[in-house]
């Protein structure tokens, strides 16, 4: 499947046409070929495909370059992100802090992509900031630390 997206974006890339149209029946065929939700000829959410094309091409680049580098050990413990981790990934790190004492807790998350909130006449400025911004849990979903052991 990769071969033929590939191929397709070979053939953009070189065509010398200004308008027109590409052959993608490959592309689709291995597309497919390689999951049974796409195929038929429904119509199918954007955001599902990217999400599932983006995640396909990260596994397979890290089985690639893990049969790459497996006779390397230095490099199985730092492992090569893939192009997908450099182009879209990013980590997350969520704070909760304690109601009582007010210790703190930090959990990092990577992220392949974030879903933001994104209203008409915003900027995505604001649509980061607003998805960042400090949230009090309900009083039954209140974090208590270690520490405190209180509900």
Not at 123 to 131: A, E, G, V, W
């Amino acid at each position: 499947m990769l071969l033929e997206l590939q191929e397709l974006f070979r053939s953009l890339e070189s065509s010398k046409k200004i308008k027109g149209h590409f052959n993608h029946k490959k592309f689709m065929h291995a597309i497919k070929k390689s999951n049974v939700l796409f195929d038929n000829d429904d119509h199918h959410d954007s955001h599902e495909f990217i999400n599932w094309l983006l995640d396909e091409i990260h596994e397979t680049s890290l089985r690639t370059n893990r049969l790459t580098n497996s006779s390397q050990s230095a490099q199985e413990d730092n492992p090569m992100p893939s192009l997908v981790q450099e182009l879209f990934g990013g980590k997350l790190l969520n704070t909760f802090t304690c109601v009582f004492c007010e210790a703190t807790n930090k959990r990092e998350e990577q992220f392949l992509n974030l879903s933001l909130d994104i209203e008409m006449n915003t900027s995505l400025s604001y649509c980061l900031k607003r998805f960042s911004f400090k949230e009090l849990l309900n009083k039954k979903d209140k974090f208590y630390c270690e520490q405190c052991q209180t509900k």
